[in-house]
């Protein structure tokens, strides 16, 4: 069965400052991976995904990940954090392509303080 | 393009009421999922469908739950006789039939209160 762990429910950093949100998979096969962003009573929004190709995946607002299947990590990264930034984001796994439930961590929830 | 549409957005029920959430996925958009996030948590995958047939109900509760896509209209997720550990913020998610550009959209929620 699959598995996705974010560590840390909660992030605050400053703005202009590195955005680092962590997230470990746990699966059988390499699965794909995505990042979600939900603001405030919004439904969620794809920041970015892995399927297969290039393990460094760029995605909107200025964020990208990595993927490394030596440790088993999807890691989200941000160079300068926004105000606009502040919203709760979501790591999530599928074993495949279309047709296939996503397993999400538990969210990291990001402050950005001014 | 219409995204995903998800009514009511909020939704109040007494215990023991029945609660039906709608969702019309994206245009040309033929499988549908549902998903559940609970106060403080993470969403949690209920059911998968797709026209007129449940493919994967693994997630959902075995009883007082159910769903469905039928061939025309929205899909249709319902509660029966809730009770207050049912409150939680429901969405509903579509995807195309095939393609490598595989993404699940999600609609905006409906937010179940249980009083």
């Known amino acids: 069965a699959q598995s996705v762990t974010q560590l840390g429910s909660h992030v605050s950093v400053s703005e202009g400052a590195l955005v680092l949100l962590r997230c470990n998979y746990s699966?059988?096969?390499?699965?794909?991976l995505f990042w979600y962003v939900q603001y405030p009573n919004q439904g969620l929004q794809l920041l970015l995904k892995?399927?297969?190709?290039?393990?460094l995946v760029k995605g909107i607002n200025g964020f990208e990940a990595e993927f490394k299947k030596s440790e088993t990590s999807f890691h989200l990264t941000k160079p300068s954090a926004h105000m606009s930034d502040a919203a709760e984001y979501f790591c999530?796994?599928?074993?495949?392509?279309?047709?296939?439930?996503?397993?999400f961590g538990g969210g990291t929830r990001v402050l950005v303080k001014p | 393009n219409a995204g995903v549409m998800q009514n009511p957005r909020h939704l109040v029920r007494r215990r023991g009421q029945e609660a039906r959430l709608r969702c019309s996925p994206v245009?040309?958009?033929?499988?549908v999922y549902w998903y559940r996030q609970l106060p403080e948590e993470g969403l949690k995958f209920m059911v998968y469908?797709?026209?007129?047939?449940?493919?994967?109900e693994s997630g959902m509760p075995k009883e007082r739950f159910s769903a469905e896509f039928p061939k025309e209209g929205p899909s249709i997720l319902r509660i029966q006789q809730v009770v207050r550990g049912d409150s939680a913020a429901y969405f509903c998610?579509?995807?195309?039939?095939?393609?490598?550009?595989?993404?699940?959209?999600f609609g905006p929620g409906t937010r179940l209160t249980v009083t």
């Open positions: 999530a796994s599928s074993r495949s392509a279309a047709g296939n439930k996503l397993t």
């Open positions: 699966s059988s096969v390499p699965p794909y």
């Open positions: 892995y399927t297969t190709g290039a393990t």
């Open positions: 245009k040309g958009h033929s499988h």
């Open positions: 469908l797709q026209k007129e047939n449940i493919i994967d």
């Open positions: 998610a579509s995807s195309p039939t095939h393609g490598q550009d595989y993404e699940q959209y």
